[in-house]
Nanobody, 120 residues
Framework: VQLVESGGGLVQPGESLRLSCAAS????????MGWYRQAPGQQRELVAY???????KYSDSVLGRFIIARDNTKNTVSLEMNSLKPEDTAVYYC???????????????WGQGTQVTVSS
């Protein structure tokens, strides 16, 4: 499985940015796709994920500002990021994996990451 991200960049606070990720080499129709991020000196953290049945989870820090979407026919996932804040600055990683019955998402495959910088 390969994941290729695009769409990172430098924006000012309050602006929007859209990340995209395309997956290839998938052999199953049931999988979760999501986004993690890692800021300098911080641990990698979940941003959002979306199950193949459409169920979505957002971290509290992005709820109401970010929107995750999937196109199951093309095996792509996007992350629309609005009202960006300096604390959103991080490397954003696309991932693909499974979600258990408790809702715990376990990524198995990762993209190379794309830098998002929010600064005036």
């Amino acid at each position: 499985v390969q994941l290729v991200e695009s769409g990172g960049g430098l924006v000012q606070p309050g602006e929007s940015l859209r990340l995209s990720c395309a997956a290839s080499g998938i052999k199953s129709a049931i999988f979760t796709m999501g986004w993690y991020r890692q800021a300098p000196g911080q641990q990698r953290e979940l941003v959002a994920y979306m199950m193949s049945i459409g169920r979505i989870k957002y971290s509290d820090s992005v709820l109401g500002r970010f929107i995750i979407a999937r196109d199951n026919t093309k095996n792509t996932v996007s992350l629309e990021m609005n009202s960006l804040k300096p604390e959103d600055t991080a490397v954003y990683y696309c991932n693909l994996g499974t979600t258990d019955t408790t809702g715990k998402y376990s990524p198995a495959y990762w993209g190379q990451g794309t830098q998002v910088t929010v600064s005036s």
